[in-house]
């Protein structure tokens, strides 16, 4: 559980991913576009979701929303404010997120 804490504060600590800040700077709006086309899930966390997300990596700027982006057996999660993403993590499994969510399927 240690180690699944240290990735997800890794994935949103405020150093930016290598490739995946592309995504940084964008509006969701042209995201959810983008991952449509793709057949991205674009999921926004509910508030028992997010607390256990904070929970597991403290330090989320606020405000903002954060987004589960899931295309097969991986997931990006984006930190979303006033519209347009200020923070994207890299890929992990799915089963990773899962975990710290504690979803079925984990």
Do not use: C, W
Request: glycine letters at 6%; a neutral charge; proline letters at 7%.
């Amino acid at each position: 559980m240690l180690r699944l804490a240290i990735a997800l504060l890794a994935m949103l600590a405020a150093t930016p991913a290598y490739a995946v800040n592309e995504l940084q700077g964008q509006p969701l709006s042209k995201i959810e576009e983008m991952g449509r086309s793709h057949g991205v899930i674009i999921e926004k966390l509910s508030a028992a979701d997010t607390a256990m997300v904070d929970a597991a990596s403290p330090g989320r700027p606020q405000p903002s929303t954060i987004y589960l982006l899931t295309l097969g057996s991986s997931a990006m999660l984006a930190l979303v404010r006033d519209g347009v993403v200020i923070f994207s993590s890299d890929p992990v499994p799915l089963e990773e997120v899962n975990k710290v969510l504690k979803r079925s399927g984990a």
